[in-house]
């Protein structure tokens, strides 16, 4: 077998068999096949496109190129949550808790940010004491004891995605659907989930700024988890402005807390509540979406799914007192208010354009060497559609320094006031087969 003929075949719209992918993925893997190849290939998967069967080949090729989580020792059906990204994206901190209050285990690996904010393992670092690197023995005996761990990612998973993920990054083929899909589901697979719920969003904060190319992301990733055995099921979500009101990871903390009561974000609120009605249908926990909606409600607001946060926290080391005293999380120095320039009803408020300047206060990484600000970011107190009058209060910058006119004037750039405005619309699509 040769990679310059299985290049020639994909380059004339041919469909590559199961053996010829597996070469490609062990080769490039093993440095036998140079990247002059591999971004040959990837260029002509660009514009050749893959079927079903070759998307998921390709998947479980990049999937065994390296090492994968046994999470079978777990009683139960383990159902894995994945967003492609975003700003002020909580889900995860209340998601875990919320659906393992109802018994089902959650089992969260999770990886810390680059960009905008911090991941989850780097919002829960402004809990005191919350160790996030654990054997996999106490992994595995705490979600048995108590349904719910959330772990930094660990092993050496898909090498092959890594390697062919920076060769995509600089030979202008990362937008490709076979590609992406692949990358983030072989990624979802190794970690040992029996299910997978995904939230691709949309919109000026996300990776796939218009609904038809999440729609096909999201198409083909559910497909690839459904045909490699996988029950999968997915949302597309907007992200054109950030999600709930907290963008930084100890106001996300506070903000996550919240949620748990019942207390929180109007946006947020319904993506959990609809991403983990999804996650308990998929781990037969109830039958319907309604009814597991329902039941999420249920231990929402009894207080069920704030204990299980406390008994995560204590279980991993952390300071389980901040729910009922959120002042004990980490606070800037500073908190200054940005007030409307005119008023009016907030028409635009964009996305990215809002994560980096709170990356710009120390809440987020520009490159993997920089230290995150656990303590600084923004909270806004107004969303789209929101009326606003002059002089009030758009958002509180948090900051430990005083000297921030520049990201103040990046703020009013991309909070637009106009004379009329509508709410925008959180769930586009519900993707269940």
Known sequence: MRMVDIIAKKRDGHELTTAEIDFFIKGYTAGTIPDY????????????DMTDRERADLTMAMVNSGETIDLSAIKGIKVDKHSTGGVGDTTTLVLAPLVAALDIPVAKMSGRGLGHTGGTTD?????????????????????????????????????????LYALRDVTGTVNSIPLIASSIMSKKIAAGSDAIVLDVKTGAGAFMKTIDEAKQLANAMVKIGNNVGRRTMAIISDMSQPLGFAIGNALEVKEAIDTLKGKGPADLHELVLTLGSQMVVLANGADTLEEARARLEEVMYNGK????????????GGDASVVD???????????IELPALQAGYISEIVAD????AAMQLGAGRATKEDSIDVSVGLMLHKKVGDRVEQGESL??????????????????????ISDQAEKLQLIYSVITE
Do not use: W
Request: hydrophobic share 40%; charged share 30%.
């Open 353 to 356: 354009e809002i994560g980096i």
């Open 325 to 335: 005293q959120p002042e004990k999380l980490p606070e800037a120095k500073f908190k």
């Open 37 to 48: 190849q591999a971004s040959a290939l990837a260029m002509a998967i660009y514009f050749k």
């Open 305 to 316: 799914a704030i204990e299980k946060f406390k008994v995560m926290l204590k279980n991993q």
């Open 123 to 163: 919002k829960l670092d402004s809990i005191a004491g919350f160790q996030t690197e654990i054997t996999k023995e106490d992994f595995i005996r705490l979600v048995n004891d108590d349904k719910v761990a959330v772990i930094g990612q660990t092993g050496n998973l898909t090498p092959a995605d890594k390697k």
């Open 395 to 416: 958002l509180t910058i948090h900051s430990n320094r005083e000297d921030i006119d520049a990201i103040k004037q990046k703020l009013y750039d991309n909070i637009k």
